[in-house]
């Protein structure tokens, strides 16, 4: 190539300013560099098996990528689907927790929870490219909805956007205040001053005296108490919350989840369900697949890794050999699960990650009210109470069916609490608080269905959970290459919970065994 | 009833303080209420006819309702097709302009342009109410997409979402240091100050000493220079642009667009084009509608109302009569038209309205390059360059087709600059100001279309500008029932432009109608 990529910048950077270099980089696909490469491995696995442990979306990547390099592959998986925690429920499915509660989902044709991940972020590369690679629809997910609500157990409901609008406005109407009282002098210089309080007034929606305050301007934004219509009907202004009511109830903590990198708009949810992504690459694996494989013992040796597995269709115990070993099954699971072969160092390693619990619930109302009363097209109301959140559909808007939202969603000791419930009464508890921000939810209760991860039988639990001691500690350990044996999952990525996490980690184990392989 | 829905809201406030009448007046549908009611018209309509002048929005809206209610009604329409500026452009359509300029649509199969409105507000309830009603299927279009620029012809590009964080982490750093010196201390007592301290440090991404800095915490919402992979990438940090970087460019300027109240999330677009409502009323309504008729008078007496009308087909001169007249031309184009019989008043304030010239581009491009290389699905780029702004279609993500961006959008003198210019040039005006927001369109140009809304032979102009006098001087006359006839459309409503407004006229102008005709 002779010059390369960055060294190109640099030369730009001599010649045109910071400006050149960042539009050129921009061009150039490097301002947010995708940590996804689609691997490139030739056609060199001919003659070599890789044994998978886990059909998730870790495992089946994997074993997608291999096979097209010529590699042997074998996938065992505890279920009679493959996925994983990518996961859809919907009408006539069953689900049987850990513990016996065996539910049965209710759901109208067509509806249907996602109890695992349910947002794809654009900035989700691998998953970009599978998706444009397979075909599979996205359609939007509202992850900002203005009209959506805050709400607090004080009995505060305000809409996200009024919030957002008063919140801009009172900041700036006080900040443009101290500076003309000659606050933070040493800060700026006069000119500065002024171009700051212009941006203040405009970002700021503040008047000719720099104020925020209830106007026709300031309804523009925020709404009105009637809003404009035909002929004589100019609209009258709403009242700005003040500052006091946002800050004494903590409304605007919840403004920025938005605003979080991976939610950043545009996001999407895959047309009809979030498998979409774990039965397109089910298609494309299946083949390789054994299902209902509950994998009872690991033994690495010098020349490979075997697998000792219950056959749960015909209750007989086998084994399945690789060259080498890609094992996506969580940690949590993995554990338990007996192993010979592995350095003293990985196996203490996989003991030490814990996995969270967390509960959602599902639940289908008669009508979408939502939509018809209130002008929520999906998106997330955030409540202090501890179902935690409640997102409307993100589809079929208008229609005049029926709907699930979900109705729950939280992580930690709230969680646990729920599942300490029997299904029934969860259900009753999430109405409950489902009413208090949606009276009409009450009348309009048809069914639903929970899961909580700690109680899910494949996972025990939500996803890895790390602190910055264990990353430095361990985390290393379990990313990297055990002689012939290696983890993959989204526990070993900084994209945790996310299918983001386990394609790049499945990508990055196929190119980390198939160097090792090269080099063997 | 006995108690009144307001006097019920007392009787709740009396009981329970202001949140249980906030919680109350949503739920009851009172808190943000509609200006749209389908008309109820009973059947009084029987032997009475009704003359609709244009077969817009307002005009097929009136004919669909009055219709109902027994009246008979005759629409006649300029055109060949029934919506006015409800219009979608598609390959093979063919577009000539007031002066003479011709253009074919060369688009690909399934691609559009919108030339008038292209989104649908979620606030507009007339509208969707008429979706829910007509089945018209909605996508989201994703007014905020953090992930579209900000352009200055400077050389300065910012991706939106980063522009947001850093302008809400600067100011409340800003007013977190301020408070910090004791500015604003007749503001708020030593209590208060802790709780917006709180919230500034929360809702302006500020770290543990209140300042708004280059960080892994800050980049997992501003974005990342290099993102979180898997295994041993934890990402790496960006750096917030300065306050003065944004202050200097007016970088802040665009932010606040998508929080206009009409274009609060979740905003959307028709499935195939924003002629659906219109396809959809005129469905309802051909029956009625005389196409290719041009009013060439129009005369009131006592008994009713007679348009003396061109049949462009045939090219005879024709009249249709009805006992009452909703009128839905253009103020533009009905100022032109003699008619006597009207009052002194209204004929004088049909002349005063001016209409505002508007230029949008339509843009095929072989490659949807803006999703592909730039990870931007939908939305809209801003720039001070006269192209005004860019916006990328909502649907179809991820397809490796073509795709045709709205590449110019602009209004008063720079529309008119555009159209100064011959179709082909105005393109290659568009593509070189887009160039400089997205190089590769230079390489995957395919063609375009234009549309300057003053140059349109059945509107000449965009729609009705008002200014706070003539609101207050010729404003109420325009909307005024004239004995028999009168004025319906988006210039007769507080949503100029706006379908919504064309929808609430119409029928706002039926009932004034009905009532007049059920008392005559």
Redesign the interface.
């Known amino acids: 190539m002779g010059v390369s990529r960055r060294d190109f910048l640099g030369m730009v950077g001599l010649a045109g300013g910071s ?2 270099v ?2 050129m980089m ?2 150039m ?1 490097l301002a ?5 490469k689609q691997p490139q491995l030739g056609t060199g696995g001919k003659g070599k098996k890789v044994l998978i442990l886990g059909g998730g979306l870790a495992g089946m990547v994997s074993a997608y990528e291999l096979n097209k390099a010529g590699y042997e592959v074998e996938i065992l998986e505890f279920n009679d689907r493959a996925g994983g925690r990518v996961w859809t429920i919907r009408g006539g499915d069953k689900y049987t927790e850990l513990g016996g509660f065996e539910q049965t989902c209710q759901f109208d044709k067509g509806l249907y929870i996602n109890p695992g991940p349910w947002r794809i972020p ?2 989700h ?1 691998a998953y ?1 490219h599978y ?2 690679e397979f075909g599979v629809k ?3 997910f ?1 992850m ?4 959506a609500y805050v709400h607090r157990k ?4 305000e809409r996200q ?1 009024k919030l ?2 008063d ?2 406005g009172h ?2 109407e ?2 443009a ?3 003309s ?1 000659n ?2 002098q040493g ?1 700026m210089t006069g000119e ?1 001053k002024t ?2 309080l ?3 007034k ?2 700021g ?1 503040l008047d000719k005296d720099y104020r925020y305050s209830k106007s026709l301007a300031t ?6 108490d ?10 009258t202004p709403s009242t700005p919350l003040s ?2 009511t ?3 109830n ?1 409304l ?2 919840d ?2 989840t938005g ?3 991976e939610f ?3 996001i ?1 949810e895959p047309v009809g369900g979030i498998d979409a992504m774990a039965r397109a690459f089910e298609a494309r694996t299946r083949q390789f697949i054994k299902y209902r494989s509950k994998v009872t013992d690991i033994k690495q040796d010098e020349g490979g890794v075997t697998a000792t597995y219950e056959d749960l269709t015909t209750g007989t115990t086998k084994t399945a050999r690789g060259d080498y070993c890609i094992c996506t099954i969580p940690l949590s699971i993995l554990s338990q699960i007996p192993s010979t072969g592995l350095s003293p160092k990985l196996t203490d390693a996989i003991k030490k990650v814990p996995y969270g619990p967390s509960f959602k619930a599902g639940m289908q109302y008669k009508r979408r009210f939502w939509e018809q ?7 997330v109301t955030y409540t202090d109470q501890s179902m935690g959140l409640m997102s409307y559909p ?1 589809n079929n ?2 229609s ?1 069916g029926k709907g699930v939202v979900l109705g729950a969603y939280m992580f930690g000791p709230d969680a646990v609490k729920f599942t300490g419930m029997n299904p029934k009464d969860r259900l009753q508890e999430v109405l409950k608080q489902n009413i208090a921000i949606h ?2 939810a009450e009348k309009e209760f048809d069914n639903g269905i929970s899961v909580g991860w700690h109680r899910v039988p494949f996972t025990l639990g939500c996803y890895g959970l790390y602190n910055e001691e264990t ?1 430095k500690d361990i985390y ?1 350990t379990l ?1 990297a290459l055990d002689k012939r044996f290696i983890l993959a999952g989204e526990h ?4 945790n919970a996310w299918q983001e ?1 386990a394609l ?2 499945g ?2 184990a196929v190119e980390i065994i198939h160097e090792a392989a090269s080099k063997a």
Chains 1, 2 share one sequence.
Request: hydrophobic content about 40%; glycine content about 8%; proline content about 5%.
């Open positions: 400006a050149a960042f539009q921009t061009v696909g947010a560099p995708s940590t996804y654009h900035v590369q970009q998706a444009r996205l359609e939007v509202p900002i909805n203005h009209n004080s009995g505060v409901k956007g957002m609008i919140m801009q900041v700036s006080l900040l205040k101290a500076l009282q606050a933070l800060e500065d171009k700051v212009e941006a203040l405009g970002w929606f309804s523009s934004y925020r709404g009105y009637r809003d404009p219509g035909a002929r004589l009907e100019p609209g500052l006091d946002i800050v004494k903590d605007w903590a403004l920025n605003l979080a990198y950043h708009s545009t999407f009363d209130e002008a929520i097209y999906g998106g993100a808007y208008n005049n009276p009409q990353r290393p990313c070993t990525s900084y994209w996490g790049l980690a990508t990055s």
